[in-house]
């Protein structure tokens, strides 16, 4: 059972918007900024969003982020197939010391 | 953009020790904080341990499964960290990611990873 809870997939067609949740607590995102990391198949994770809203240089516009109290919300715009990939978010949990990550959401363009 | 290069990992039996290396021609290396972070088998992401850079003290930080157990450490010098792994578990089996870990806002964040090393824990 993972500290912060994601649905464990989302599907949506190319060219359309989905978003991904990030449910956590006072002790995690509540107080600590998230971030958000793409893991495409085969290949190691990789930073998506930092700071709850910001994006790396080299990641699209079309990945965005947004923090409200205890939640975290990923968003994807303009869907390729590309994008099909797990996503998990993450953080530092006050109470338990450590980070802590989602499950993770695995994407599906149809 | 960092390049991380992780090595050490393979077969070991239960209880035994392991050592992965994670290497990087970044000559800034030690500047960064460094962390370990593992997958198991068609499992999620695991944080396992955390050195923070020799100005900000060089402190360390361990996910509860791995204190006691896992040594995290760093060499400036040579601008490599290691994961000293002993008495291992079958549970231990994982990806291990070496990440750098950049402080942003009001946390430190994963922000560069390895390729990720194997590790079997198996008699």
């Known amino acids: 059972q993972s500290v912060l809870t994601q649905p464990p997939s989302v599907s949506a067609a190319p060219g359309q918007t989905v978003t991904i949740s990030c449910s956590g607590s006072?002790?995690?995102?509540?107080?600590?900024?998230a971030s958000w990391y793409q893991q495409l198949p085969g290949t190691a994770p990789k930073l998506l969003i930092y700071?709850?809203?910001k994006r790396p240089s080299g990641i699209p516009d079309r990945f965005s982020g947004s923090k409200s109290g205890t939640s975290a919300t990923l968003g994807i715009t303009g869907l390729e197939t590309g994008d099909e990939a797990d996503y998990y978010c993450g953080t530092w949990d006050t109470s338990l010391s450590a980070w802590v990550f989602g499950g993770g959401t695995k994407l599906t363009v149809l | 953009e960092v390049q991380l290069v992780e090595s050490g990992g393979g077969l070991v039996q239960p209880g035994r020790s392991l050592r992965l290396s994670c290497t990087t021609a970044?000559?800034?290396?030690?500047?960064?904080?460094m962390s370990w972070l593992r997958q198991a088998p068609g499992k999620g992401l695991e944080w396992v341990a955390f050195i923070n850079s020799k100005p900000y003290g060089g402190t360390t930080a361990y996910a509860a499964s791995v204190k006691g157990r896992f040594t995290i450490s760093r060499d400036d010098s040579k601008s490599i960290a290691f994961l000293q792994m002993n008495s291992l578990k079958a549970e231990d089996t994982a990806v291990y990611y070496c990440?750098?870990?950049?402080?942003?806002?009001?946390?430190?964040?994963?922000?560069?990873w390895g390729q990720g090393t194997l590790v079997t824990v198996s008699s």
């Open positions: 990440t750098t870990a950049g402080y942003y806002g009001n946390n430190y964040q994963f922000d560069f």
């Open positions: 700071d709850n809203d």
């Open positions: 970044e000559f800034t290396f030690g500047h960064y904080a």
């Open positions: 006072s002790s995690n995102i509540g107080n600590k900024d």
